[in-house]
Each structure stands twice: as structure tokens, then as C-alpha cells.
């Protein structure tokens, strides 16, 4: 399979590809901002003679200004993608009345302006043969109804967007061969997490929760599209 996931230099996003990376027959194209993690990431599995790792080294926070770029890369090495993940995420924890513009900006160009960018983009690589699945990757703190936190109310309603998107683009494309869905996540303990909520341990490791996105993203579209579906213990 081709796959691409976003966010994989660290955390869920590299925990998910090194198990795709264990089928050798797949093709992984990994972005991050962050060269370093991902060549490591594909040293990692190139040592263990693993699936073909493919760093994309781009800032998707400036995904305007780099499309030209991420659409070639991508058509160099893919002529189709079977599997988008979209787990880059931005999260600071701070209280709505403290949080300025910038940061306000920041998260949703990259928890929704970034991912909804990029599956616009290789949408034209989608559904061709077999049924394509784009997997976003929302938080509980974006489903209605669920526990809500402070300090994390434009990251909530970042994510509260993007899960909403998915709903709207698998009733857009539902006769195109693609299936939209998203993964609300509770927590993880993630550097992503941990940076946030310092001395918190949540109940569910970055390998754990990556174990059901990529068993998801193989299996998911052949029951779901257009779902939003909690992935946590707790209640609400």
C-alpha cells in the first residue's frame, strides 16, 4: 500500500509508521518539519529491513507556499496514495483570555488550514483502483458533549473543525471511491502530551494508540465513512 502520514518524526505518528514499516510490500511517505527525527525514523526501519520509509521534509504550517513541492515529491515516488493519515497537531496549553493571535493563528493552520490543504492536494491520487481512506486525527476535546479542559479551547475547537470537515468531505466524494473518517483521541502519552501537561500520565501509550490507527486505516473504510468516532475510556 501507499501511504502518507503527517506528524511522524515523533509520538503516534512515528509509532504508526514503524508498524505499516513492518510490511515490506508498503511504501510510507513520513513529513515532519523535523529532518533529523525522520532520517532516524528511516534508519530505524531500514535496520530491521522494513518497509520503504520516505522522508518529506516540509513545514506544514506553510503547506501554501510548499504545495508545489509536496505534490511532486509525492507523484515521484506514488502514482496513487491508499492511505492519508493526518496526525500533525499543534497543542499549548493555555488559558483562552492568555492565548495570543499568533498562537491562536498557529493552531489552526496546522490542526485544520494544514491537513484539509493537503487532501485537497493529492486528492487526485485517491480512489483509484482500490478505495482510498483519509484518516484525521481529531481529540475528545472536540466531540460534543465530551469533557472540555482549560487552556485548550482553540485546540479543542481546531480539532472540533477538522472533525467536521471529514464528515463533510465524505459526503462530498462519496461517489469517488474515498472514505473520510476521523479518530477523536483521548490522551496519549506523547511528548506532544507530556509538554503540555507536565507530570500527567495518561493511560495510553503512543505504540497502543498507533496499533489501532493503522489496523483502522487498513480495515476502517470498509465499514465507516464520514464518522467521527471517540477513542478513549473515559466518560463523557
Known amino acids: ?34 529532518k533529523d527525527k525522520l532520517f532516524s525514523l528511516k534508519t530505524e526501519c531500514s535496520d530491521k529491513g522494513a518497509g520503504k520509509i520516505i522522508p518529506l521534509v516540509t ?27 493526518n496526525n500533525a497537531g499543534f497543542l499549548q496549553n493555555t488559558l483562552f483570555s492568555e492565548t495570543s493571535g499568533d498562537t491562536a493563528e498557529r493552531t489552526f493552520n496546522i490542526n485544520f488550514f494544514a491537513p484539509a490543504q493537503l487532501i485537497k ?22 466531540v460534543q458533549g465530551s469533557a472540555k479542559y482549560p487552556g485548550l479551547a482553540y485546540y479543542s475547537a481546531s480539532k472540533a473543525a477538522i472533525a467536521n470537515l471529514t464528515e463533510c468531505l465524505a459526503e462530498e466524494y462519496k461517489e469517488h471511491n474515498i472514505a473520510f473518517n476521523c479518530l477523536a483521541l483521548g490522551s496519549a502519552n506523547t511528548e506532544m502530551f507530556n509538554e503540555a501537561f507536565p507530570g500527567y500520565k495518561a493511560a495510553v501509550t503512543a505504540q497502543e494508540m498507533a496499533i489501532l490507527i493503522s489496523d483502522f486505516a487498513v480495515k476502517g473504510q470498509k465499514y465507516f465513512n464520514g464518522k467521527i468516532l471517540p477513542v478513549s475510556g473515559s466518560t463523557p
Open 121 to 142: 492536494l493529492l486528492l487526485p491520487l485517491m480512489g483509484k483502483g482500490k478505495r482510498s481512506h483519509v484518516i484525521n486525527i481529531s481529540s475528545m476535546g472536540a
Open 1 to 34: 500500500m501507499n501511504i502518507i502520514i503527517t506528524g511522524a518524526s515523533r509520538g503516534i505518528g512515528r509509532e504508526t509508521a514503524k508498524i505499516f514499516a513492518a510490511n515490506k510490500e508498503n511504501l510510507i511517505i513520513v513529513i515532519s518539519r523535523s
Open 59 to 85: 513545514d506544514l504550517e506553510n503547506i501554501k507556499k510548499n504545495e508545489k513541492m509536496i505534490y511532486d515529491f509525492v507523484i515521484k515516488h506514488m502514482k496513487s496514495v491508499d492511505i492519508l493519515i
